[in-house]
């Protein structure tokens, strides 16, 4: 099981079914929360996460295909789009430097 | 956990058919702005439209034509294959354009695609084998060579193939409309929209088929299936007065973002919480067609994103539209609210204070009181697999 220290955290990526729609909602919320840790966080398709993304939240119901297209990333999925304790959590672990499970 | 996400028949299935529709609206969806401005010029310069003008009006046939498949087939190669892939993927798809009389969606989804991956595998196979100073030369007459030939192949074969798959399958579509059961298919599509395969069911079936439609009449109550956001309003607003009491306070924004943003994702996990709940959407979803039936409304494009605003824009003139549209919406929020909130006891049945199982009691969104001692079991996923991964 992968871990990654918060600090090291270069590229975060939000995934959904398009890249289009509740992605680009979550990662301009991210983006906002995270502008003073110098992480660039992008939007994209689960069927395609880039190969340099370091963390990748997706919705628990797009997990398998994210884990399946891109088996060696840290991967957190979550619930619901507003407020969810993962997305939470790895937002403070990269501002605090805490370790990501994924 | 477990009862968090439907078990539907194996999550490997799932996640498997989610890729392959994923795949089909990965085509459409970035292109989705074509498609609105071809609805709009339709809408405002056809002889019955807004403002009808014959000179503009002469942009409607070629961009549908050809203008719409091409696109999807560039996007279809690009996905396989890249830049390269990208062309011969257009260049195929003339190919199905000019080998069938209609509107070739599904034809150009195949072609793009398959000439893309025959062209990956050339460059695998030639890989590192051209002598230096003739790569450009082989990559052009390759991608040309296949393009050609594939362009052909779905000019002798694929077009015609494709015509008579699409006239049988707007001839059932319009068999259903016929018999008045087009209702009954939200009962399919509303549970297979919060399994996330939304995006797959509109944009890789019912575009391509509503397309057509406006092509012949002018409007199409295709697009209008998926995406009536009336089923998930009604749901949150059933979640607003008789949910969970943790759960109440995030509706309010959900429901801005789900009817005015046209998100609809995020209502999702608001019945995969409590999946009893799909009947409330199907229930909904099924008296929206109903409205839209009855009234004979329809739009001119895909509303995308399914938001009241993108309603309002691709509907076309004419009163009857119009109300049909916003009876519809109305209508379909109010079923599933009036049986979301029946499903949720009105508030008063006591177990529905909490949420189904132990993972939601993290979806408060408010970790105010003890919520934080508990790890979060969505990523802690060593400790309580997610659904999805067996």
Same mark, same amino acid.
């Given at each position: 099981?992968? =871990? ?24 301009? =919320?991210?983006? +906002?929360?995270?502008? +003073? ?8 398709? *689960? ?48 501002? =605090? ?6 | %956990? ?32 074509? $498609? ?22 002469? /942009?409607?046939?070629?961009?549908? +034509? ?26 195929? =798809? ?23 991956? *025959? ?10 084998? *051209?002598?230096?100073? &003739?790569?450009? /030369?082989?990559?052009? &007459? ?7 030939? &594939? ?103 959900? %429901?801005?973002?789900? !009817? ?7 209502? $999702? ?12 959407? %199907? ?8 409205? &839209? ?7 001119? #494009? ?6 009241? !605003?993108?309603?309002? #824009? ?5 009163? @009857? ?16 609210? *009036? ?6 006891? !009105?508030?008063?049945? +006591? ?18 009181? @003890? ?20």
């Amino acid at each position: 099981m992968a =871990t990654i220290n918060g600090s090291d955290v270069k590229k975060l990526v939000v995934a959904c079914d398009a890249g289009m729609g509740s992605s680009v909602m979550l990662a301009s =919320t991210l983006r +906002k929360q995270l502008v +003073k840790n110098n992480v660039t966080v992008e939007h994209t398709p *689960v069927n395609s996460i880039p190969a340099d993304a370091d963390v990748v939240v997706c919705h628990s119901g797009l997990a398998a295909r994210a884990r399946a297209g891109a088996p060696d990333k840290i991967i957190v999925p979550f619930q619901v789009f507003l407020g969810d304790p993962a997305v939470t959590k790895v937002v403070k672990a990269i501002q =605090t430097g805490a370790d990501i499970n994924g | %956990m477990s009862t968090y996400t439907p078990q539907v028949q194996g999550s490997g299935f799932r996640a498997g058919v989610q890729r392959i529709g994923g795949h089909l609206a990965g085509m459409v969806m970035p292109n989705i702005g074509a $498609f609105i401005a071809w609805g709009l010029i339709t809408a405002l310069f056809i002889p019955t439209g807004w403002i009808p003008n014959e000179g503009l009006a002469q /942009l409607v046939d070629p961009m549908i +034509k050809y203008l719409l498949p091409i696109l999807i087939g560039y996007t279809g190669g690009r996905i396989v294959h890249g830049q390269r892939g990208a062309v011969v993927g257009a260049v195929a =798809t003339m190919g199905v354009i000019v080998g069938a009389e209609m509107p070739m969606f599904i034809g150009a989804m195949i072609m793009g695609p398959l000439a893309a991956f *025959v062209l990956k595998m050339f460059d695998k196979l030639i890989e590192g084998r *051209v002598r230096p100073g &003739f790569e450009m /030369l082989v990559d052009n &007459f390759s991608a040309g060579i296949i393009g050609g030939a &594939f362009a052909l192949l779905a000019k002798w074969i694929i077009g015609p193939v494709t015509q008579n798959i699409m006239t049988l399958l707007g001839n059932g579509v319009d068999w259903l409309v016929d018999l008045g059961v087009l209702p009954a298919v939200s009962i399919l599509v509303e549970p297979a929209k919060v399994l996330f395969l939304n995006n797959a069911i509109n944009h890789g079936v019912f575009t391509p088929l509503g397309v057509q439609q406006v092509a012949e009449n002018g409007k199409s109550i295709m697009f209008m299936i998926e995406s009536n956001p009336g089923p998930g309003l009604g749901l949150l607003l059933a979640y607003f007065f008789f949910g969970p009491k943790l759960l109440r306070p995030s509706t309010p924004a959900a %429901m801005i973002i789900h !009817f005015f943003g046209g998100i609809h994702e995020i209502y $999702f996990p608001y019945v995969l919480m409590k999946p009893r709940l799909i009947l409330a959407t %199907m229930a909904g979803g099924a008296a929206g067609v109903t409205t &839209f039936m009855i009234t004979g409304a329809g739009l001119v #494009a895909s509303p995308s994103p399914g938001s009241i !605003f993108a309603y309002a #824009a691709v509907t076309p003139k004419g009163a @009857g539209n119009w109300i049909g549209m916003i009876a519809g919406i109305l209508i379909a929020a109010a079923v599933s609210f *009036v049986v979301a909130a029946a499903l949720l006891g !009105f508030g008063r049945l +006591k177990e529905d204070q909490e949420v189904d199982d132990s993972s939601a009691e993290a979806l408060g969104a408010e970790p105010a009181d @003890g919520a934080t001692k508990h790890d979060s079991p969505a990523v802690a996923r060593n400790s309580s697999p997610e659904p999805g991964t067996a």
